[in-house]
């Protein structure tokens, strides 16, 4: 059974604050996977904001996050993580780990707040 256990959020962040976000994912061969996360804004649909490759060579990201968001991940662990710098109040979301192609089991998310 595929399970994806992200962790980090919660909370108020004010502008301009950093936040590491973490996901524990089991069920299948996580150093096998590119491992990407996603954000689903208030109203909004899910979109995609950084992209690692099973090696943690490549990377990339989604335009309004680069510069700001470092995505890495631990093969040893299963293990990957955001690091967001510069946390703005459009980076207000629920933010998910998951495969990139995604499976269609996702975890509960991790609320992600920045007001001031």
């Known amino acids: 059974q595929v399970q994806f256990v992200e962790s980090g959020g919660g909370g108020l962040v004010q502008p301009g604050g950093s936040l590491t976000l973490s996901c524990t994912a089991s069920?299948?061969?996580?150093?096998?996977?590119?491992m990407a996360w996603y954000r689903q804004a208030p109203g909004k649909g899910r979109v995609l904001v950084a992209i690692?490759?099973?090696?943690?060579?490549?990377?990339n990201y989604m335009d309004s996050v680069k510069g700001r968001f470092t995505i890495s991940r631990d093969n040893t662990k299963n293990t990957v993580y955001l690091r967001m710098n510069n946390l703005k109040p459009e980076d207000t979301a629920v933010y998910y780990c998951?495969?990139?192609?995604?499976?269609?089991?996702w975890g509960q998310g991790t609320q992600v707040t920045v007001s001031s």
């Open positions: 998951n495969t990139n192609p995604y499976y269609n089991d």
């Open positions: 069920g299948f061969t996580f150093s096998s996977n590119n």
């Open positions: 690692i490759s099973s090696t943690g060579n490549s990377r």
